[in-house]
């Protein structure tokens, strides 16, 4: 007897090119794309170690976790490293990669991360995009925790290294990832002897083996579980439509907000300022003298599906974060998650409204 997912016949390098033809209309790109066969860490760290060299001088942003990652990686290239940090509550803002430009007019690369899931931020890539282009310097974005969630437009916005995975908005599988490359980032990366080639890390080799030989041969045997998901992800988003599905993150982020303001209990929005809020994923500070993990254990021995976490490292204590993206970006998963945590808030003896959190979900869900 056969069996589903283990007696597959082998996945062709024309399916192969065909679900990467439509990852591309789902950027709206007209660069090439290429699948990467891992989680996205893998285009990351390969777009930083083809992109910057000893010489080169990089500004990282960093609005979050990831930021901190790429600037180690750059570092670790032999890349002198501008780090432009924001506080996590807020974003970076156009004019203030404009002056760190224009402080280090040496600066030929710039790393930035679009939306942080972790944190709850997102940055004005538009407006980012444009300063960078001016000053002439590549352009990475890690856009993971923003693609599918809200607008992005690599090609409008200069961006020269797109990367996204499909494990967030997406609604797929997290062992696959892709990343768009600009003619400038394929001569940058050819030019640079420390590229990596002949490796996994390697971009290049894509490029010079699958690209250029006209999509005809696969580099290896592909993650093909994985291909195959992520070709239903994506025709699950061409059937629910790209703008419904970032609509539904918007509403949820808004529901969320409003909820969690309505809740009261001491339950802030961690990002101070709407515009500055990401629609993938909404974190809340806890009220003071509440450690958060406690409290989203409490919510979750509730309800264990719920997509709530509390803050990685350091921000354990402070912030819970509402997951509403992929499937659960829906106004049950939202009113569920404000639900347990007002029960859990109750527990220590808060006093919470649960009906007008109810009622601010509702509200804006309409
Ligand atoms: C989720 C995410 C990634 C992927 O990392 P994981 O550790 O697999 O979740 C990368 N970058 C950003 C900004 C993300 O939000």
Same mark, same amino acid.
């Given at each position: 007897m056969t069996h589903p997912l283990l007696d597959l016949p082998p996945l062709t390098a024309a399916h192969f090119a065909g679900v990467e033809r439509r990852v591309a209309a789902l950027l709206d790109t007209e660069q090439d794309v290429v699948i990467t066969q891992g989680e996205a860490l893998l285009p990351l760290e390969g777009c930083i170690r083809g992109g910057a060299r000893p010489g080169s001088t990089a500004l990282n942003v960093v609005t979050g976790p990831y930021g901190q990652t790429f600037g180690n990686w750059l570092r670790d290239c032999g890349a002198k490293v501008v780090d432009l940090e924001v506080p996590f509550h807020t974003a970076v803002t156009a004019e203030q990669v404009e002056r760190a430009l224009a402080a280090h007019p040496e600066i030929d690369f710039v790393s930035l991360v679009h939306a942080e899931a972790a944190t709850g931020n997102t940055n004005p890539v538009a407006e980012i995009g444009e300063v960078v282009r001016r000053h002439g310097a590549l352009f990475m974005l890690d856009a993971v925790a923003s693609v599918a969630a809200e607008p992005l437009l690599p090609d409008a916005w200069g961006v020269d290294l797109c990367v996204i995975g499909a494990? @967030?908005?997406?609604?797929? =599988?997290?062992g696959v990832s892709a990343v768009s490359v600009s003619e400038r980032a394929w001569e940058r990366f050819a030019a640079n002897p420390a590229a990596p080639r002949r490796?996994?890390?390697?971009l290049l080799d894509w490029k010079e083996r699958w690209i250029d030989g006209g999509? @005809?041969?696969?580099?290896?045997?592909?993650a093909q579980l994985e291909m195959l998901a992520l070709e239903a992800c994506v025709e699950r988003i061409e059937a629910e439509g790209l703008a419904a599905l970032m609509a539904r993150h918007a509403s949820a982020a808004a529901a969320t907000r409003a909820g969690a303001t309505a809740l009261g209990?001491?339950?802030? =929005?961690? /990002?101070?300022?709407a515009r500055d809020a990401a629609p993938v994923a909404t974190t809340l500070r806890a009220p003071a003298g509440v450690d958060a993990s406690e409290l989203v254990a409490k919510a979750l021995a509730a309800? =264990?599906?719920? =997509?709530l976490i509390a803050g990685g490292g350091a921000l354990a204590k402070e912030m819970i974060r /509402?997951?509403?993206?992929? /499937?659960?970006?829906?106004r049950g998963a939202v009113r569920s998650s404000l639900a347990a945590l007002g029960g859990a808030l109750a527990e220590t003896g808060a006093s919470v409204d649960l009906e007008a959190a109810g009622r601010a979900v509702s509200g804006v869900w309409a």
């Amino acid at each position: 007897m056969t069996h589903p997912l283990l007696d597959l016949p082998p996945l062709t390098a024309a399916h192969f090119a065909g679900v990467e033809r439509r990852v591309a209309a789902l950027l709206d790109t007209e660069q090439d794309v290429v699948i990467t066969q891992g989680e996205a860490l893998l285009p990351l760290e390969g777009c930083i170690r083809g992109g910057a060299r000893p010489g080169s001088t990089a500004l990282n942003v960093v609005t979050g976790p990831y930021g901190q990652t790429f600037g180690n990686w750059l570092r670790d290239c032999g890349a002198k490293v501008v780090d432009l940090e924001v506080p996590f509550h807020t974003a970076v803002t156009a004019e203030q990669v404009e002056r760190a430009l224009a402080a280090h007019p040496e600066i030929d690369f710039v790393s930035l991360v679009h939306a942080e899931a972790a944190t709850g931020n997102t940055n004005p890539v538009a407006e980012i995009g444009e300063v960078v282009r001016r000053h002439g310097a590549l352009f990475m974005l890690d856009a993971v925790a923003s693609v599918a969630a809200e607008p992005l437009l690599p090609d409008a916005w200069g961006v020269d290294l797109c990367v996204i995975g499909a494990q @967030k908005a997406m609604g797929g =599988p997290a062992g696959v990832s892709a990343v768009s490359v600009s003619e400038r980032a394929w001569e940058r990366f050819a030019a640079n002897p420390a590229a990596p080639r002949r490796s996994y890390l390697s971009l290049l080799d894509w490029k010079e083996r699958w690209i250029d030989g006209g999509r @005809k041969a696969l580099l290896h045997a592909p993650a093909q579980l994985e291909m195959l998901a992520l070709e239903a992800c994506v025709e699950r988003i061409e059937a629910e439509g790209l703008a419904a599905l970032m609509a539904r993150h918007a509403s949820a982020a808004a529901a969320t907000r409003a909820g969690a303001t309505a809740l009261g209990g001491g339950l802030e =929005p961690y /990002v101070h300022d709407a515009r500055d809020a990401a629609p993938v994923a909404t974190t809340l500070r806890a009220p003071a003298g509440v450690d958060a993990s406690e409290l989203v254990a409490k919510a979750l021995a509730a309800d =264990p599906s719920l =997509p709530l976490i509390a803050g990685g490292g350091a921000l354990a204590k402070e912030m819970i974060r /509402v997951n509403h993206y992929g /499937v659960d970006a829906t106004r049950g998963a939202v009113r569920s998650s404000l639900a347990a945590l007002g029960g859990a808030l109750a527990e220590t003896g808060a006093s919470v409204d649960l009906e007008a959190a109810g009622r601010a979900v509702s509200g804006v869900w309409a």
